[in-house]
């Protein structure tokens, strides 16, 4: 999976984007300001903690939220650009929205549903049905085309949601929280139709989630928002093995730290040093899989460079093994074996050493890396 | 809640039990309740018992009861009508658009609500009358004369009604999901299309119910009417009219009269039923 996603997350896009955007929202105490391009063909996840002013974005992009500044350019057309006091309400722009609860109008059928667009856009009732018809065809629910939206399953809602949106066949897709709605069983189904679906589509996609399974699925691009402000972005594979946050390390599951190195030694604030294999001088994040750690007794000898003194400050299961996290002097995430832990006897307040091979380490630089001129312009 | 709590809570499958307090009903409360539901219910008991059920039938078909109750339903219904098509604008303009002088404009459409219907009357002789603000410009302009017209009392009883219809439909417009209109924006649909597409669909059962409660406040109108629009039976006699009148001089029909109209508003209630006085 992540192989196929590096492939296709590293197909270089020519040309100029389909959406070129920069989104200011300013509220009370809330201000977003997020840079965005997203090519034709292409599938952005924008990936963030609740509050982080996803939802916000999408809302300023889908024209339910005017900007504030900024711009919002879409394949040629300035659809909001306060500057010139130009703004295009939501019914005169090519974007598809597939809401997070699908707000499907409850007193049409499906098919009626998926027809209401193209009706809008002055298709007769049968040519805007038969266009519906064959997006419902295309979803699997053929034989639902006649249920209202009361009686299909969560799946099935999602799809008919979908159809809706595709069926305005517009320049922009925008989903917001497509699977949160779902229960799991029903999720892993529906987001492999969605890829499938969302593959096949030729304008551009924005997805909205919190969910990192479901960015790194089905997106070709992450851009990862925390606080109105784009804290990283790149493809999978790039943002899975050098997280720049705390945020996102916690959602690929690395220990992440940042310091200053000086060849392969890099001085964490508050003294601690880390020897890693990678050689950098500056500013540099430090990542390690909490499986690189390993737990012992007594003070081990041999190879490992990083071995320090710590306690344990809890145990939890992770999969088939323990994840412990050691307090002090940095914060750990070890995952041993239940074997290992039995064999330290391990629980909480029990001191043990812990050791990191510098091998196992990554170090790479803080300064982000400049940014591609289309994003900043 | 602590970590105890969470432990000792039912699991989820347990069905909801709702605490009810058991014990004596002190009689402080009950007597004045029981009290107040026999002054509402006896009135309404005298009535039957009261009324003249072995003549009845012919009572029923007399022309001058008949005249009254179909002049009755039908300008009821006009008043609807009219209060509908000006009405459900008006909820939604409250409803749905932040404008300035917003809660001036609610607290005026809920005047008529609690203004004495003479004096409702009395206003609406001031405008339209012959000599009124625009009275006298319609009937040079357009040889229109208002009060003492049927249409006169469909225009004093859309006066009174239409605050039961606006606030029944603001209420149904608020409780309405607004995002419906926002995905119905995202799909090409202006503000009108999403008004008559998507919200008027949307509250279509609360527009029902304020419809229902506009024409039986319409049904029962007395003082506006006979202020605005007189008492000639045939034009402007509706029941409530008549049924004053006939207490003069034959309380029988008073009585048959009034019959009707607690049989039209009995059935109203059922109508209704699900929506205004079903309990939690």
Same mark, same amino acid.
């Given at each position: 999976m992540t192989a196929d996603l590096t492939v296709r997350g590293a197909t270089p896009r020519v040309g100029a984007p389909l959406l070129d955007a920069r989104l200011v929202v300013e509220r009370r105490s809330f201000r977003l300001d997020l840079p965005l391009a997203v090519h034709a063909g292409e599938v952005v996840a924008l990936l963030g903690?609740?509050?982080?002013?996803k939802t916000t974005a999408l809302r300023a992009l889908a024209g339910l939220l005017p900007l504030s500044d900024g711009h919002l350019t879409l394949a040629g057309r300035d659809l909001d650009r306060p500057g010139r006091r130009l703004w295009s309400p939501p019914e005169r722009r090519p974007i598809g929205v597939v809401f997070q609860d699908y707000?499907?109008?409850?007193?049409?059928?499906a098919l009626d549903n998926v027809a209401f667009g193209p009706r809008r856009q002055g298709l007769r009732r049968r040519a805007a049905r038969e266009r519906a018809a064959g997006w419902l065809d295309r979803m699997g629910l053929a034989d639902h085309a006649r249920s209202r939206p009361r009686h299909l399953s969560g799946g099935q809602a999602q799809r008919v949601a979908l159809a809706r949106a595709l069926a305005v066949e517009p320049a922009l897709l925008l989903l917001d929280?497509?699977?949160?709605?779902?229960d799991a069983r029903t999720r892993l189904d529906t987001r492999a139709q969605l890829q499938r679906h969302l593959a096949a589509h030729p304008g551009a996609t924005l997805l909205v989630t919190h969910d990192p399974l479901d960015a790194l699925v089905l997106a070709d691009r992450l851009v990862i928002v925390e606080d109105g402000r784009v804290v990283q972005e790149g493809d999978a594979a790039t943002i899975t093995a050098q997280p720049r946050t705390d945020y996102v390390a916690r959602l690929v599951g690395l220990n992440l730290y940042r310091g200053h190195a000086t060849g392969h030694t890099v001085a964490l604030a508050g003294g601690f040093e880390l020897t890693t294999g990678d050689a950098h001088d500056g500013d540099v994040f430090v990542a390690f899989p909490p499986s690189a750690v390993a737990l012992h007794a007594a003070r081990p000898d041999g190879s490992p460079r990083n071995t320090w003194p710590t306690t344990i400050g809890g145990v939890q299961r992770h999969g088939d093994n323990l994840r412990v996290q050691l307090a002090g002097p940095i914060e750990v995430a070890a995952d041993v074996t239940p074997l290992a832990a039995a064999h330290l006897r391990l629980a909480p307040g029990r001191p043990v050493w812990a050791a990191v091979k510098a091998t196992e380490t990554r170090a790479y630089p803080a300064?982000?890396?400049?940014?591609?001129a289309r994003t900043d312009r | 809640m602590t970590l105890l709590d969470d432990v000792a809570s039912p699991a989820p499958a347990a069905p909801p039990r709702r605490p009810r307090r058991t014990g004596r009903v002190p009689v402080a409360l009950l007597l004045p309740a029981a009290l107040g539901l026999l002054f509402l219910v006896l009135p309404l008991a005298g009535l039957l018992v009261r009324a003249p059920w072995s003549t009845l039938p012919q009572r029923l078909t007399e022309p001058g009861v008949l005249t009254a109750l179909r002049l009755s339903v039908v300008t009821a219904t006009a008043a609807t009508l009219l209060c509908l098509a000006l009405g459900v604008p008006l909820a939604w303009l409250l409803a749905r658009v932040d404008f300035p002088g917003r809660r001036v404009v609610r607290a005026l459409v809920t005047v008529p609500l609690v203004l004495p219907p003479v004096v409702g009357g009395v206003a609406l002789l001031l405008v339209f #009358? @012959?000599?009124?603000l625009l009275g006298g410009w319609l009937d040079s302009t357009f040889g229109v004369t208002l009060p003492f017209t049927t249409t006169g009392v469909v225009l004093a009883e859309a006066f009174v009604a239409m605050p039961f219809l606006v606030i029944a439909v603001e209420g149904a417009l608020r409780g309405a999901d607004g995002r419906y209109e926002e995905a119905a924006a995202t799909l090409g649909a202006s503000r009108w299309t999403t008004f008559t597409h998507v919200t008027l669909p949307l509250v279509a059962p609360g527009i029902a119910a304020g419809a229902v409660l506009c024409w039986a406040r319409a049904l029962g109108e007395f003082g506006a009417t006979i202020t605005?629009?007189?008492?000639?039976? #045939? @034009?402007?006699?509706t029941m409530p009219l008549a049924v004053y009148l006939a207490l003069e001089t034959d309380l029988q029909a008073a009585i048959v009269l009034s019959l009707v109209l607690l049989t039209v508003s009995v059935v109203i209630l059922a109508s209704l039923r699900d929506r205004w006085i079903s309990g939690p």
């Open positions: 903690p609740n509050g982080a002013g707000l499907l109008f409850p007193h049409l059928t929280e497509p699977l949160a709605a779902l300064a982000p890396p400049a940014r591609d | #009358g @012959r000599r009124g605005f629009a007189g008492n000639f039976p #045939g @034009r402007t006699q």
